[in-house]
């Protein structure tokens, strides 16, 4: 009986080693009827992913509801970042220069958007990421620019303090930034990293 118990013990053993250690992991209860399964990690969220969801929870930070050239929902800006968040890639609209294509954010431009929160204190509405209809070499297409239409309550052109923001975007490392005064950019701010 002895040897028995010996043999059944060792052939235990052996199997559990060859099986690896996920099968001397604990199971998880099953529901009634259910075989117990093993817990398998989470799979950590992306950098992106994290910015987006923290720039979704910032207060201060809104969205436009509309594109300048058109209707489309799912490439609005904060559509752009509820994809990213969700671990998607953010989608541009049906018009343009890349009509229809999936793009990823960039994470220095997701990081300066939320720093101009956090750090700088701005409150501004987002017009643009990867949405709309821009230049065909333009970086929205790339997920590297955001587009800043209203700034602590203002309308830029129209007294909103457009130049500390471009400072701010400047200082978090943004390499173009443009807005009244340059061509094309009477009425909002573009930043693009």
Not at 35 to 43: G, I, Q
Not at 167 to 175: D, H, I, M, Q, Y
Request: contains cysteine; aromatic residues 4%.
């Amino acid at each position: 009986m002895k040897r028995l118990a010996v043999c059944v013990a060792v052939t235990v053993s052996a199997i559990a080693l060859a099986a690896g250690p996920a099968a001397t992991a604990e199971p998880s209860p099953g529901k009634h009827g259910e075989a117990a399964r093993h817990h398998t990690p989470a799979k950590p969220a992306s950098e992106s992913a994290r910015l987006a969801r923290s720039i979704l929870n910032a207060k201060g930070i809104t969205y436009a509801k509309a594109h300048v050239g058109g209707t489309d929902k799912a490439s609005l800006p904060q559509q752009n970042l509820v994809d990213v968040s969700n671990g998607r890639l953010a989608k541009t609209s049906p018009w343009g220069h890349k009509k229809g294509a999936r793009v990823a954010l960039d994470t220095r431009m997701l990081n300066g958007v939320l720093k101009l929160n956090t750090q700088h204190h701005y409150k501004f509405e987002i017009s643009e990421l990867v949405g709309g209809e821009h230049s065909r070499t333009s970086k929205h297409y790339a997920g590297r620019a955001v587009d800043v239409t209203w700034i602590n309550g203002r309308h830029v052109g129209e007294k909103a303090d457009h130049r500390g923001l471009m400072n701010a975007c400047r200082k978090l490392g943004a390499t173009l930034v443009l807005g009244p005064g340059d061509k094309g950019h009477g009425t909002h701010v573009h930043c693009q990293w």
